[in-house]
């Protein structure tokens, strides 16, 4: 078992990982940017190192600053947490050849996975239905019987994509080449990849994804899946467990497809594979070889601490849980909030004046805020997440309801006031929503 793990992030994820290293005696080291001198996580850590001046790119992305940092402070393991460096396949491997283990899928699995068009043939190969694609974009004629068949709208995608990031939805033959040429930039500009693909754009789909775990014995479980359709600019706002359009049957038999499908390739840790669901069937859309932001409704309603398997897996040891043990039980919903303007989503970094968080039975708050912290602008806009369980979908609204009216952030902006209209308004009470929610919600 580890002895003591260095943690290459920040923020919440920061803290929810050295709260599992904790509970299982690791001793933990945090990285910090000179901004971040008096975060949360530093503050909580057994140790903490600077790796560079504020900006990503020169600390938390600053992979030779993170390695040296590890060397400092002797640590056995490296927890990527999400975002920054945890799906960078060169990262992983330069963690793996300086003896470390990195907290995640072998480096390997993070390439296969990484180029979205090679993880859809490695679905395709495994009977998992794909979003029907063309990935060949140097041929016309290929594109145009593709968009005869499959008829518009269609959505360009980045190969490298992430964070909804070099997207285009194509409505009329005449955008195509536009939107083409503006996906392509968009996509080197954000991943120094410009190789983009096509899918039929599938109208009004919910977002619902499966979460796994594995072992390095051969061992899989999936824990059910998260409805995640709640999203704007292709970014998730809210998630649920479960999701209420599906039964117990298509549960196991998606579960059942995804865990072979991973099996099927020796994957290892914990990972998220996507898909779009529309008129009861599933099309997957990409596989996130890391811990989700999402994953504490998964926690909550299957009672599994997945940070803790996913580092007991990373140091090899085997699964204490099989199929037949997973329980779900009762619901769980998460909001994020984030520190933005309401109305424009520009984010609104500064100090906060007053802080108070709810608490209660079933309410769960993932966050490394406190009063007189201040928010630096260089990072993600995400401080919190606010999490509520209850036996059923009403009472873990109810104490949504509650928990964000009790919820005080003064100082900044931030769309606790968005999420009370969202969760009381008629169609996400249904459950029936679409990915396209937000953009007709008023
Ligand atoms: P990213 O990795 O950038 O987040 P995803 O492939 O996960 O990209 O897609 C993000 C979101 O974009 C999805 O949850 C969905 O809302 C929308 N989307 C992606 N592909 C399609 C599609 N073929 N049809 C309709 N919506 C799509």
Known sequence: MFKKILIANRGEIALRVLRACRELNIKTVAIHSEADENAMHVRI????????????????????AIIT??????????????GFLSENQRFAEIVEEHGYIFIG????????????????????????????????????KKIKSFIDKYKLPIIIKSASGGGGKGMRIVHDLKELDNAIKSAKIEAKKSFNDSSVYIEKYINNPKHIEIQLLADNHGNVISLGERDCSIQRNHQKLIEECPSIVLNAKERTKIGELCKQTIKSINYQGVGTIEFLFHNNNFYFMEMNTR??????????????????EQI????????QINQDQIKMNGHAIECRINAEHPKT????????TQYHQPG??????????????SIPPHYDSMIAKLITFGESRHESLQKMKRALEEYVIMGIDTNLQLHQSIIESDIFLSGNYNINFMSEFK
């Open 45 to 64: 850590a057994d140790e903490s190192i600077c790796v560079g001046p504020s900006q990503a790119q020169l600390s938390y992305l600053n992979i030779p």
């Open 69 to 82: 940092a590890a060397t400092i402070t002797d640590v056995d393991a490296i927890h990527p947490g999400y």
């Open 105 to 140: 899928p072998k480096s390997k699995h993070i390439e296969m996975m990484g180029n979205k068009i090679h993880a859809k043939q490695i679905m395709e190969q495994n009977n998992v239905p794909v979003v029907p694609g063309i990935y060949e974009m140097k041929n016309d």
């Open 291 to 308: 811990l989700q932001v999402e994953h504490p409704v998964t926690e909550m309603v299957t009672g599994i601490d997945l940070v803790k």
């Open 312 to 319: 007991l897996a990373a140091s090899d040891e085997k699964l």
């Open 345 to 352: 989503f520009i984010p609104s970094p500064g100090t906060i």
């Open 360 to 373: 209660g039975l079933g309410v769960r708050v993932d966050s490394a805020l406190y009063q007189g912290y």
